[in-house]
């Protein structure tokens, strides 16, 4: 499958697929289509200051996350889901999700370059 971009680590999404191609080949598909809309769901309810779906959508992120492997991305969504959940440290939330929004980009283009290796 070819080396893995640095801003992604697939180690983990690998070892759920126990290194079956068409696995991995499939959950590279739902990445690809899951993150931009989880992630357009989170911008529009931290500007919504919707903070209890926002605690939703970020725990449902979490385990997403998880197979990308960009260490960035997760601790921000899990700090994200932290301030929303506990109502607490709420100021922090606009930057966590530009961290988010931040990283995104180029995942995205990590995740497609692997799943046309």
């Known amino acids: 499958m070819g080396k893995t971009a640095a801003c992604i680590n697939l180690d983990y999404l690998r070892l759920m697929a126990d290194n079956d191609e068409e696995m991995i080949q499939t959950m590279l598909a739902m990445l690809l289509e899951e ?5 357009d769901k989170i911008r529009e309810l931290a500007a919504d200051k919707n903070w209890d779906e926002l605690t939703r959508v970020s725990h449902k992120m979490k385990s997403t996350l998880a197979f990308v492997g960009n260490e960035a991305m997760s601790t921000a ?3 994200l889901e932290r301030v929303t ?10 930057s966590l999700v530009a961290t988010l929004n931040e990283h995104l980009p180029s995942v995205l283009q990590a995740l497609t370059n692997q799943a046309a290796a």
């Open 35 to 39: 993150l931009p809309s989880e992630m």
């Open 77 to 79: 969504n899990k700090e």
């Open 85 to 94: 959940k506990y109502k607490t440290d709420l100021h922090l939330a606009p």
